[in-house]
């Protein structure tokens, strides 16, 4: 079969290509959120010293699009930390985790977001300093959370499920920092064992033996 021929117009000239549709322009918050998003790399790596340039060039910008956006570096260095350290992301991975899934299974994802969450915040904070700004934290809400995710398995549990909480963010937090385990790191699932047993496992009495006296009990006679 032979082809077609393209339709010519009668006077020999080529057709027009069809028209290019260009890219629309970003609303002023959706600029603002794109530049936050190419900076906070660069203030994990940088901190605070980042330079206009740097972040320009990685949001592929001009450098004074910077400035009309945020109006100088330290107004945007302050809203990419508040970003970074939004502790909504991390409940809301938290919530997505679903109540049905077997108890070691929610044990070991509550505590890998967990531990990741934390070691980001340390990152952050050892290249940009103990100044940072306010940021509503509502610290018991992920408790809350986690005592939803583990509630079918209350029964079963040496503590209510909200103390389980504060026990898998304890283990996650200490583990987080390379310095207090001294070159011994624990992988997220023996963190989950270790919570499992101590959470879920056979409950056993501590007890002082007799002739010993403990701290707290000089401090009450």
Not at 40 to 65: C, S
Not at 84 to 110: C, N, Q
Not at 155 to 175: D, G, H, I, T
Request: cysteine-free; glycine content about 4%.
């Amino acid at each position: 079969m032979i082809p077609e021929k393209e339709a010519v117009p009668a006077d020999g000239a080529e057709l027009d290509p069809a028209p290019r549709q260009r890219a629309q322009p970003l609303s002023p918050d959706d600029r603002k959120a794109m530049i936050i998003d190419a900076v906070i790399p660069l203030l994990v790596e940088y901190g605070r010293g980042v330079t206009t340039r740097q972040i320009a060039d990685a949001a592929g910008i001009a450098e004074g699009t910077v400035f009309r956006a945020f109006g100088d570096k330290e107004t945007l260095v302050t809203a990419a930390i508040e970003k970074y350290l939004d502790p909504e992301p991390l409940r809301e991975s938290l919530r997505a985790i679903d109540p049905a899934l077997p108890l070691e299974h929610k044990v070991r994802a509550v505590i890998y977001l967990m531990r990741e969450r934390f070691q980001s915040v340390m990152r952050i904070m050892a290249v940009i300093g103990p100044e940072r700004p306010h940021i509503p934290q509502e610290r018991h809400e992920f408790a809350r959370i986690i005592a939803r995710i583990i509630e079918p398995e209350a029964a079963a549990l040496n503590l209510p499920p909200e103390r389980v909480a504060y026990v898998l963010r304890l283990l996650s937090f200490s583990s987080a920092f390379p310095t207090l385990n001294e070159g011994v790191e624990f992988s997220v699932d023996e963190l989950a064992r270790i919570a499992l047993l101590g959470v879920a496992g056979r409950p056993f009495v501590v007890f002082t033996p007799s002739g010993a006296s403990t701290a707290a009990d000089a401090a009450h006679e």
